[in-house]
């Protein structure tokens, strides 16, 4: 998307698809604010009835080395902010995802782990659906924060607390042979 014209009021005046009557907002290395001016126009335009969906939530994607780039919650964020509204998450942590993959195949949640390595996404998904969870120690989640959850009286904090954690996904590998 390229901003059409060199002043907001330009901006504000290129056509809109009548068909639109959702903004998504997924990962995009090519995120701009041409295309942050385009999800705005579409959901004032559509008001309410134009929905606002965002994949995720994650504030960044480790890399590597210890390094990281902002994830999709950083764009789904902005778009938030410009809407004054919230959007719709359909990935991890909402159990919508869940609910879809379950409705398609027998899942037993009693036997069924969520393996991640994010408290706030993949463990809070899981135990709100009733999954046992298994934290990997390899994305941005340090131990002292499982022990700073685990120790808190507050029931939003212990949602967060994964029923096994190992250090490495690679730390799984002998019990798939099994």
Not at 17 to 39: M, N, T, W
Not at 163 to 169: H, K, L, M, P, Q
Request: hydrophobic residues 40%.
């Amino acid at each position: 998307a390229a901003l059409p014209g060199p002043a907001p009021a330009d901006w504000a005046q290129a056509p809109l698809d009548p068909a639109v009557r959702a903004v998504l907002v997924g990962f995009d290395e090519h995120f701009s604010y041409a295309k942050l001016c385009q999800a705005l126009r579409y959901l004032l335009r559509g008001g309410p009835d134009c929905l606002l969906v965002g994949t995720n939530r994650d504030h960044r994607l480790p890399l590597e080395g210890g390094t990281a780039i902002p994830g999709t919650g950083c764009l789904v964020k902005a778009v938030e902010t410009a809407a004054q509204r919230e959007a719709f998450i359909v990935g991890k942590p909402n159990r919508y995802m869940f609910d879809c993959v379950a409705s398609e195949f027998d899942i037993d949640p009693a036997r069924t782990i969520m393996v991640g390595d994010r408290l706030d996404t993949d463990i809070l998904m899981g135990n709100s659906c009733g999954l046992t969870t298994l934290l990997t120690l390899t994305g941005v989640t340090t131990l002292d924060e499982v022990k700073g959850h685990q120790e808190s009286d507050c029931p939003t904090r212990q949602s967060l607390v994964p029923d096994y954690y190992v250090d490495s996904i690679a730390d799984l590998l002998p019990a798939l042979g099994d």
